[in-house]
């Protein structure tokens, strides 16, 4: 629900999805998620969509089985991580004719699951969080399966022994590794650019990459012109995103700045940072800082990374 240049994290995953035809949603929800599901009414009234809750967050494996009474089994699906944006042909993935999974090349793969890979593309091994990693391609948190039976049944099975298997989650990578291993073909499809976004610091660092393509795509420059005439008691530096009914009084913005719909700033300096929707931030210097949606933060300087629903009083 962050917004990330003029769009949440959800919208973005969402209308690439649209774009390359998907049409039907099923969103797995919890902590909250009455919030996302408000927001996907409000934003796409006219989505086929269902909502499932998952209350005990047993990891994503069990996110994808909480659906399976809602999935067609003969039916294809792409499973998509939300707090991953990534760009990468998406229709191409979805008429490749053959189980996908994304991976990324990364520096470091220790933190994520990870994808053995031949001369063919073909995925040999998929492990999660390996201690000694044999690939440096990570999975990104993007699958497409065309094996949707095989995959909740094997699903059924580790669900049916989680309990006493000792683990704290259900990895969907162990699902996808059994698949692999009874015979199904997975290949690898590269991502151009993969932003992941659950953390602080990435969450900012894409931010600002959204809002520096803004700028190459010329399309800021006269947006500037239009802020400054809507917000004529703030000083703007650029790039930043400003939302509609927001309101700025002797206030610096920028650079690098998201800002959600109907937020008030009054009397601070922000510059690389997110601040959600319905915000309120008085007297405060903010840097690096995520400022979640309906928060109020009244001080001083302070880098801050606070949820919906939240009050700081500062001084």
Same mark, same amino acid.
Request: charged share 25%; net charge negative; with cysteine.
């Given at each position: 629900?962050?917004?990330?240049?003029?769009?949440?994290?959800?919208? =973005?995953?969402?209308?690439?999805?649209?774009?390359?035809?998907?049409?039907?949603?099923?969103?797995?929800? +919890?902590?909250?998620?009455?919030?996302?599901q408000?927001?996907?009414?409000?934003?796409?009234?006219?989505?086929?969509?269902?909502?499932?809750?998952? *209350?005990?967050?047993?990891?994503?494996?069990?996110?994808?089985?909480?659906?399976?009474?809602?999935?067609?089994?003969?039916?294809?699906?792409?499973?998509?991580?939300?707090?991953?944006?990534?760009?990468?042909?998406?229709?191409a993935?979805?008429?490749?004719?053959?189980?996908?999974?994304?991976?990324?090349?990364?520096?470091d *793969?220790?933190?994520?699951?990870v994808?053995?890979?031949?001369?063919?593309?073909?995925?040999?091994?998929?492990?999660?969080?390996?201690?000694?990693?044999?690939?440096?391609?990570?999975?990104?948190?993007?699958?497409y399966?065309?094996e949707? +039976?095989?995959?909740?049944?094997?699903?059924?099975?580790?669900?049916?022994?989680?309990?006493?298997?000792?683990?704290?989650?259900? *990895?969907?990578?162990?699902?996808?590794?059994?698949?692999?291993?009874?015979?199904?073909?997975?290949?690898?499809?590269?991502?151009?650019?993969?932003?992941?976004?659950?953390?602080?610091?990435?969450?900012?660092?894409?931010?600002?990459?959204?809002?520096?393509?803004?700028?190459?795509?010329? =399309?800021?420059?006269?947006?500037?012109?239009?802020?400054?005439?809507?917000?004529?008691?703030?000083?703007?530096?650029?790039?930043v995103?400003?939302? *509609?009914?927001?309101?700025?009084?002797?206030?610096?913005? +920028?650079?690098n700045?998201?800002?959600?719909?109907?937020?008030?700033?009054?009397?601070?300096?922000?510059?690389?940072?997110?601040?959600?929707?319905?915000?309120?931030?008085?007297?405060?210097?903010?840097?690096?800082?995520?400022?979640?949606?309906?928060?109020?933060?009244?001080?001083?300087?302070?880098?801050?990374?606070?949820?919906?629903?939240?009050?700081?009083?500062?001084?």
């Open positions: 629900m962050i917004p990330i240049a003029g769009k949440t994290i959800l919208s =973005r995953i969402v209308d690439r999805l649209l774009e390359a035809g998907v049409q039907e949603f099923v969103f797995v929800v +919890g902590y909250l998620g009455e919030k996302i408000d927001y996907v009414a409000q934003a796409y009234p006219n989505l086929a969509c269902r909502f499932v809750q998952q *209350p005990d967050r047993l990891g994503i494996g069990q996110a994808v089985w909480l659906t399976r009474k809602l999935i067609d089994p003969e039916e294809d699906i792409i499973i998509v991580l939300g707090d991953t944006v990534a760009e990468y042909d998406a229709e993935v979805l008429a490749s004719g053959v189980s996908q999974i994304a991976v990324r090349k990364v520096d *793969p220790r933190s994520f699951g994808a053995e890979i031949d001369i063919n593309n073909r995925i040999l091994r998929v492990v999660e969080k390996p201690l000694i990693p044999k690939s440096n391609m990570a999975m990104v948190g993007i699958y399966i065309r949707t +039976g095989l995959l909740f049944r094997i699903l059924d099975r580790e669900m049916a022994h989680f309990p006493e298997s000792g683990k704290e989650d259900l *990895p969907l990578t162990d699902a996808l590794q059994e698949m692999i291993q009874e015979g199904i073909c997975f290949d690898a499809f590269r991502v151009s650019n993969w932003y992941d976004c659950g953390k602080k610091e990435s969450l900012l660092a894409t931010s600002a990459i959204f809002l520096q393509q803004m700028v190459e795509k010329g =399309r800021f420059p006269t947006r500037l012109a239009e802020l400054a005439a809507r917000h004529p008691q703030a000083m703007i530096i650029p790039p995103q400003i939302a *509609p009914g927001c309101t700025l009084r002797h206030a610096i913005i +920028g650079p700045v998201s800002i959600g719909e109907n937020t008030v700033v009054e009397r601070s300096i922000i510059r690389d940072s997110i601040i959600g929707s319905y915000a309120e931030l008085k007297d405060v210097a903010l840097h690096k800082s995520i400022i979640g949606n309906d928060a109020f933060v009244r001080g001083s300087s302070q880098s801050l990374h606070i949820g919906d629903n939240t009050e700081i009083d500062l001084r």
